[in-house]
């Protein structure tokens, strides 16, 4: 995640941002070669996500996105919302409390993302820990097609260490 000096606030501002819901402001396109790359890294070439003419005759109708493309692209949706601790270094993707996928994304649909932050943890010394809820929509549906908590960790000043240490 890259750090954007615009979006650093002291750690008070921080605080008062819990609770506060951001969406972003573009839609993303999820596109057949962008499902056929994540099937080729993967190795999940599923018939639902790469045989257009055998999905089509599915419930779906079409090729759908796997669901762990679209928590893949998480980043994309959280970097630009997400509000940065002053005097951080570097982030590290810290992991995920919960994370479910209501709803499918079909090819070719747009989606974008609603994020919250849930808490803001400063118990560690140099380490300012941030939990978001981000909510992935699919545009023209009811229901989103994924609803995740993300933990984000930032470090506060020049640290070596090895990640066992981090964790």
């Known amino acids: 995640m890259n750090i954007n000096p615009e979006r650093m606030v002291n750690l008070a501002s921080l605080c008062q941002q819990v609770g506060i819901t951001r969406e972003s402001n ?4 999820v596109t057949q070669p962008m499902i056929d790359q994540f099937a080729e890294v993967t190795r999940d070439h599923q018939f639902i996500h790469v045989n257009p003419a055998q999905a089509a005759t599915t419930s779906f109708g079409c090729t759908i996105a796997h669901g762990f493309l679209t928590l893949s692209l998480l980043p994309v949706f959280l970097e630009p919302l997400q509000l940065i601790p002053e005097g951080s270094q570097m982030c590290i993707n810290y992991g995920l409390n919960r994370v479910r996928f209501p709803s499918a994304v079909k090819v070719n649909s747009r989606i974008k993302a ?54």
């Open 114 to 167: 609603t994020t919250t932050m849930k808490a803001v943890d400063t118990s560690e010394p140099d380490r300012v820990k941030i939990t978001w809820e981000i909510v992935v929509n699919v545009a023209g549906s009811e229901k989103p097609a994924l609803i995740a908590e993300s933990l984000i960790l930032w470090l506060l000043t020049p640290t070596r260490c090895t990640l066992e240490e981090i964790v």
């Open 26 to 29: 573009q839609w993303l396109e």
